[in-house]
């Protein structure tokens, strides 16, 4: 597909569904080591202004591409480092926006932010500006894991950003952790663990470093000898989850953690509990809109992705034309399996049968000569009852392995459902 497609299916999105909005801000002061993001270094603030006069021609761009005002139910902020812009950059930002979107009454509006980073200033225009939630980065406060990730952030910045958040009305925090860092130990992380719950965040996400110096040469700093194998990685992460449950937080999904009377946890238990490319949610969303460089946006047709390099971004919104450089039109087969899969890792069981009735598919087309499914169930991994899918004992470190025997596109030959009589 082309920006074109993108552009047919802007002009189509239903009026009467809400719709959620992800703004990229790719830029950071410094590069940890660690990053997957898309980012750029800069010490400078006119790149950052530059960037930030095209995200506002795409933004008009998009919004005059549909029929009406979309009606916005959430707005996240992703990086890089959001709050890097001016604060007052930031109050027009999010101003522009509500002036080409219907904001809900109840809408969430969520960022990233780096706490080494944030001023009282930025933090007062956040809470002025109706932010929601804010997520912060803390991944460890070890100093000699932080040294080894270029990181150096103590546990006194962190603090201080979490009570500038607070008083500025930022009504829930999240923390980042993240374990399988160079140097980590299972000890380390339960410092780390410790010293963030006295902060008292409403949510935790703990994610386990991925190591692809291929793909993000500035990882090749990092010493791959100093890197936990499985089994040490496996166990960090089961002690973090250890200290979270213990301290009160709800395991929520594959990598997060919340407290009783938290939006996630109480989804959780109702059985309402949705996930994206951006983690667990408590809103299912047919229609994400993506503005910036490297954006990802989906809709009913399919996913949409920005043109990841910021020059190349800039180059064809000045043009006139979409920064959409690729996606990918769904199936009615992709759909449903993609409806198996978030069950599966919301729930960790899934009812093959009954989605696939709902999608009007066969369930046997799922089931029958599925190897992959066939070897979790001989290893006791999964247990299967009449199409039931449940994972054993909740070892949810395995859920993905799970939720890959229905990836059409992880087998080893391709394999179509047949629709119901």
Partial sequence: MDASTY????????????ASLYVHIPFCRSMCWY??????????DLPIHNYLQKLRKEISLVSASTKARLNINHLHFGGGTPTIMPPTEMRELIGLLREYFDFADTVQIALEIDPRTLEEEMA???GEAGVSRASLGVQSFDPVVQKAINRTQSEEQTMDAVSRLRRAG????NFDLIYGLPYQTVESCIETTKAAITMRPDRFAVFGYGHVPSLKRHQGRIDESSLANSEGRVAQAEAIAEHLVAAGYHCIGLDHFARPGDSLAIAQTNGQLHRNFQGYTTRACETLIGF?????????GGYVQNEVRPSQYARRITSGRFATVKGYCLSAEDRLRADIIDRLMCDFQVDVPSIAAAHGFEPGALLDGNDRLSMLENDGIVENVDGVIQLREKRRFLIRAIAAAFDAYLEPSERSCSKAA
């Fill in 170 to 173: 930022v009504g829930s925090i």
């Fill in 7 to 18: 552009g047919d299916w802007l002009a189509t999105l239903p009026m009467d569904k809400p």
């Fill in 35 to 44: 990053c997957a993001c898309h980012t750029t270094i800069t010490r400078q």
């Fill in 292 to 300: 910036g460089a490297s954006a990802i946006g989906f809709m009913a």
């Fill in 124 to 126: 007062t225009v956040l």
